[in-house]
């Protein structure tokens, strides 16, 4: 079995997602985790250190999304190959196979992505400015015909 590098190097890829910073995915989490906060702060003293404490919990877990990554574990860039594979670069930069598990397309500026790799399952939230606009389309595209099939 070739490894992933060996899969990044010898086939081109099919769709190439380069995840770039995102404003629009920072507004996002800014917006929510203050809605949270204020909805805590609303609830009583007595639930504010919990959900403080939650709230960093799930923030250090926004570090994982492309486009903010500060985790290790980010994604910087997928590929997808003409066998139906996927190559996954963490920030790390290891390239790690996957499978394509399934998706859903939400008018043209959402979409949610989830891969299936040896170590678990990769979710992946996609917003029009986190990659280029051509292969965001491809990936839409292919998204709606598997659903269709």
Do not use: N
């Amino acid at each position: 079995m070739k490894t992933p590098e060996r899969l990044w190097i010898e086939s081109e890829p099919e769709i190439e997602l380069c995840f770039e910073f995102s404003p629009t995915l920072l507004l996002v989490c800014i917006f929510l985790y203050g809605l949270v906060l204020a909805l805590l702060l609303s609830l009583g003293p007595q639930l504010v250190w919990p959900g403080l404490l939650l709230l960093t919990g799930s923030l250090a877990r926004c570090g994982r999304l492309p486009g903010l990554g500060w985790s290790r574990r980010s994604l910087l860039r997928a590929s997808a190959h003409a066998d139906g594979s996927w190559t996954l670069l963490e920030k790390s930069g290891r390239a790690v196979a996957a499978q394509l598990h399934g998706g859903e397309v939400y008018g043209t500026g959402l979409v949610f992505v989830c891969w299936e790799t040896p170590i678990g399952r990769r979710r992946v939230v996609l917003v029009p400015d986190l990659a280029d606009a051509d292969a965001l389309r491809r990936l839409r595209a292919l998204l709606l015909t598997a659903g269709r099939s």
